[in-house]
């Protein structure tokens, strides 16, 4: 007899695989370095053991085998929803797959003075010019997780501990804006993103991610 195709169901699938997963101790997340607020990302995606499974039963040695160590690590809702099913091969790939989002959508040229937008604003609110207003601007978010992404990726630091210190006062901030009422952050990423829904864009690339890192550092 053959096997039927599961329907992926999330809840199911996360219970079913949630065995396998080593949980990484941390209170911010792994790819940016924002407080992660108890909030997970399972590596790889339980859509990805979903499918590997096919449908049949599957042993945590061939999982292991095929996927290394599997980890439930400390991620941001932000970066998650950047992250959707994308599997990469390492967490710089996951992190270039996040900056993906924000990056300057070159098909609109508006999109470049958005971004300066975001880093002039930064700048003031850093010289104390400007209140804690600006993070409503989601080019000023743009602006921040590109810095935190890109400083990891290109080795800049290796920890939030390690960050500039206008990268730590902008993310703190930008945390507590984005805290103080629900569904935010959720709303956030899709602005950021330039994005009506997620539904519509959960398996989709966003642009393609450039080599070289964008010039957005607020100039202190
Ligand atoms: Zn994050």
């Not at 209170?27 to 399972?42: E, Q, V």
């Not at 439930?72 to 091969?89: D, E, K, Q, S, W």
């Amino acid at each position: 007899m053959g096997r039927v195709k599961e329907r992926y169901n999330r809840r199911a699938a996360e219970q079913r695989f949630h065995p396998v997963y080593q949980p990484v101790a941390g209170d911010r997340c792994i790819y940016c370095g924002m407080p992660s607020h108890g909030k997970l990302d399972h590596q790889p995606p339980v859509y990805v053991l979903h499918r590997f499974a096919d449908g049949g039963l599957i042993t945590k040695k061939a999982i292991r085998e095929r996927f290394g160590e599997c980890k439930l690590v400390p991620c941001c809702t932000i970066c998650n929803m950047g992250l959707g099913a994308f599997h990469g091969r390492d967490d710089n790939e996951r992190r270039r797959e996040i900056a993906n989002w924000f990056l300057v959508d070159d098909r609109y040229p508006e999109d470049h003075f958005v971004m300066e937008l975001g880093r002039q604003l930064l700048e003031k609110r850093l010289q104390g010019k400007r209140g804690g207003e600006i993070y409503e601007f989601p080019g000023v978010g743009r602006v921040i997780y590109l810095n935190a992404l890109f400083g990891f990726i290109d080795g800049d630091f290796n920890c939030p501990e390690e960050f500039p210190t206008w990268l730590q006062i902008a993310q703190t901030e930008l945390s507590e804006w984005l805290g103080a009422e629900p569904k935010r952050k959720s709303k956030y990423f899709l602005d950021m993103a330039n994005l009506a829904s997620y539904d519509l864009v959960v398996n989709r690339r966003a642009k393609l991610t450039p080599d070289r890192r964008p010039i957005l550092t607020p100039l202190l």
